[in-house]
């Protein structure tokens, strides 16, 4: 069955520090992948997405995620971070044969100045 | 038009109470979804509706009861709740492929007393 597992419960950057996050994934065949952002209190944003194609793959708000199916993994990363990216971060993927969207446990970010 | 409408935002209700949630998006998506999401965890599904027809029940309690009267509103039928279904309740809608994202609510917070 699809799982998706985020090893790291929460994590914590200083502001302008790189950030990435983990994303490992369990899958037949060639997935598609989701990440996903949440505000306290807020519904989720779609950050980007891996359907096929190019690995690294280019979504909203300076954050990109690279596909390797070598290492299982579809990690986001982002060159420097804002306050305001302080949030819970889902990495998801779709079940087959249903409309369903399976996500990982989450990690939260947290950011000091 | 790319947004899901929650209404209320927060919701305080009795045990015997019965009230209603309500979810609306103009995407033209044909699918919809209620998740429930307990504090730092992730969203777990509860119903999905593929062309205004129940298609998944995660083996939800008859206290929730959906309805899909149209293909633009979802709604959520709540009737003696119990404290421990306090949580963010949160609508979706995606195109009805695997492959598609979903587009999620800012959420409704209900507390049950």
């Known amino acids: 069955a699809q799982s998706v597992t985020q090893p790291d419960i929460h994590i914590t950057v200083s502001e302008g520090a790189s950030l990435e996050l983990r994303c490992n994934y369990s899958?037949?065949?060639?997935?598609?992948l989701f990440w996903y952002v949440q505000s306290p209190g807020q519904g989720l944003q779609l950050l980007l997405k891996?359907?096929?194609?190019?690995?690294l793959v280019q979504g909203i708000k300076g954050f990109e995620a690279e596909f390797k199916r070598s290492q299982s993994s579809f990690n986001l990363r982002k060159p420097s971070v804002h306050w305001s990216d302080a949030a819970e971060y889902f990495c998801a993927v779709p079940y087959t044969g249903g409309f369903k969207t399976i996500f990982g446990a989450g990690t939260r970010l947290f950011v000091k100045a | 038009d790319t947004e899901v409408t929650q209404t209320p935002k927060h919701l305080v209700m009795g045990m015997t109470n019965k009230k209603s949630l309500k979810c609306e998006q103009h995407m033209g998506h044909r699918a919809m979804y209620w998740y429930k999401q307990k504090a730092k965890k992730p969203p777990e599904l509860m119903f999905v509706?593929?062309?205004?027809?129940?298609?998944i029940n995660e083996s939800v309690p008859s206290r929730f009861s959906p309805e899909c009267p149209n293909s633009s509103l979802l709604n959520l039928h709540l009737h003696a709740l119990q404290p421990e279904d306090s949580a963010l309740y949160l609508c979706?809608?995606?195109?009805?492929?695997?492959?598609?994202?979903?587009?999620f609510g800012q959420g409704t917070r209900l507390t049950v007393v």
């Open positions: 509706y593929s062309y205004e027809k129940l298609s």
């Open positions: 891996y359907f096929s194609g190019d690995t």
């Open positions: 979706a809608s995606s195109q009805p492929t695997e492959s598609s994202e979903a587009f």
């Open positions: 899958y037949g065949a060639t997935p598609y």
